[in-house]
C-alpha cells in the first residue's frame, strides 16, 4: 500500500507557476493521498474549486474535501444572489470507499500580526488492504509552537478516544422508517490510523517528540496505541520543502507521516522527490506492506 502525502500550495509551484495539474500527475502509483493547501473560489487560482477539478482529473480516486478555512464569496447578478464560499483545506483521495468522514478544527489563537488561519485535519475511514484504518490529511499551524502544541494535544486527545466515541453514527436505528443509516450497521472506528500532512516542524522539535513520546533509555520503546515517525523508524533522514531565505537555499522536512505502533512493523520505505516543482513542498511516500 503505497501512501502520499502533497502540501499543493493550491497550486502554485516553486517557480511561481499555476498549474495544478503538474500536483495531480504525480498520483499515479498512489492509494491513499493526503492533500493540504486545496482551495475553492480564489482569485489567486482563477476562482476555480479545486478539489472539483482534482475529481476530475484523478477519475480513479474515491475523494472527500475539508475546508477550514471559508468565507463569502458570493455574487450579486441581475439581482440574484450566486452563493459561493472561499474556502481553504485538506483533502484525501483513496483506491478504496471512503467509509466516512470527519473535519476536526484545530484550536487557534487570535493573532495581532501575522496573519493566522484556522487549521484542519480531516479524517477518513477507509477499509484498507490492511485493515480499517483511519487516515488523516493534516495541516498544522505556521505561526508558532505554542499553537502547533495545543493542536497537536487536541488531536492526540481525539486519537486515544476514538474507539470510545466510535464513528459518525452508532447504536441502532430506532426509527427505520426515517432510514437515518441506509441500512447499514455501525461504522468501524479502529484505533489504528495513519497521520500524514504538513506539520511545520523539523524532526528533534517539541512537537513532533509529543507526537511519538520521548523514551530515551529505549529509543526503539514503541507506546501502545500511540504513534511511530515512519521517516525515523526506517532511519531515513529527508527533505521535503524547499524556501529561499535572504538569498540561502533552505531544506528542510516539515511533511510526516506517523502510524500507530501496530503498524510500524509494516512500514517498508518513506521518501521524497526533491527534483519536483509543482509546489514549495515535495511530494513525501510511504510504502506499507
Same mark, same amino acid.
Given at each position: ?154 488531536? #492526540? $486527545?481525539?486519537?486515544?478516544? =476514538?474507539?470510545? @466515541? ?6 441502532? +436505528?430506532?426509527? &427505520? ?85 501496530? #503498524? $510500524?512493523?509494516?512500514?517498508? =520505505?518513506?521518501? @521524497? ?6 509546489? +514549495?513542498?515535495? &511530494? ?6
Amino acid at each position: 500500500m503505497r501512501l502520499l502525502s502533497y502540501n499543493i500550495q493550491y497550486g502554485f509551484g516553486s517557480d511561481g507557476i499555476y498549474d495544478l495539474s503538474r500536483a495531480v500527475r504525480l498520483f499515479d502509483g498512489a492509494d491513499i493521498i493526503a492533500l493540504q493547501e486545496v482551495e475553492r473560489h480564489w482569485s489567486r487560482s482563477g476562482f476555480d474549486d479545486q478539489p472539483a477539478l482534482i475529481e476530475a482529473m484523478a477519475p480513479s480516486f474515491y475523494t472527500a474535501y475539508g475546508p477550514a478555512f471559508d468565507m463569502d464569496a458570493s455574487t450579486l447578478q441581475e439581482g440574484r444572489v450566486v452563493n459561493r464560499r472561499r474556502q481553504f483545506g485538506t483533502m484525501i483521495l483513496s483506491r478504496w470507499p471512503i467509509l466516512w468522514t470527519r473535519l476536526h478544527l484545530l484550536p487557534m489563537r487570535r493573532m495581532l500580526s501575522p496573519l493566522n488561519t484556522q487549521n484542519p485535519a480531516l479524517e477518513a475511514m477507509i477499509d484498507t488492504p490492511l485493515g480499517p484504518l483511519r487516515v488523516f490529511s493534516i495541516h498544522l499551524a505556521h505561526v508558532g509552537v505554542q499553537e502547533r502544541l495545543m493542536q497537536i494535544e487536541h488531536l #492526540l $486527545a481525539l486519537h486515544h478516544n =476514538a474507539t470510545a @466515541t466510535g464513528g459518525p453514527w452508532s447504536g441502532i +436505528d430506532d426509527e &427505520p422508517s426515517r432510514n437515518w443509516t441506509e441500512g447499514q450497521p455501525e461504522p468501524a472506528c479502529p484505533q489504528a490510523a495513519i497521520w500524514l500532512g504538513d506539520f511545520n516542524c523539523e524532526p528533534g522539535s517539541a512537537e513532533l517528540a509529543r507526537i511519538t513520546g520521548s523514551t530515551p533509555y529505549h529509543p526503539g520503546a514503541r507506546y501502545a496505541g500511540g504513534f511511530v515517525d515512519a521517516t525515523a523508524h526506517l532511519g531515513q533522514s529527508l527533505h521535503s520543502h524547499r524556501k529561499d531565505i535572504a538569498g540561502q537555499d533552505l531544506l528542510r522536512q516539515l511533511d510526516h507521516c506517523f502510524v500507530t505502533a501496530d #503498524l $510500524a512493523p509494516a512500514l517498508r =520505505a518513506v521518501w @521524497t522527490e526533491p527534483a519536483q516543482i509543482a509546489s +514549495d513542498h515535495f &511530494p513525501l511516500w510511504v510504502d506499507l506492506g
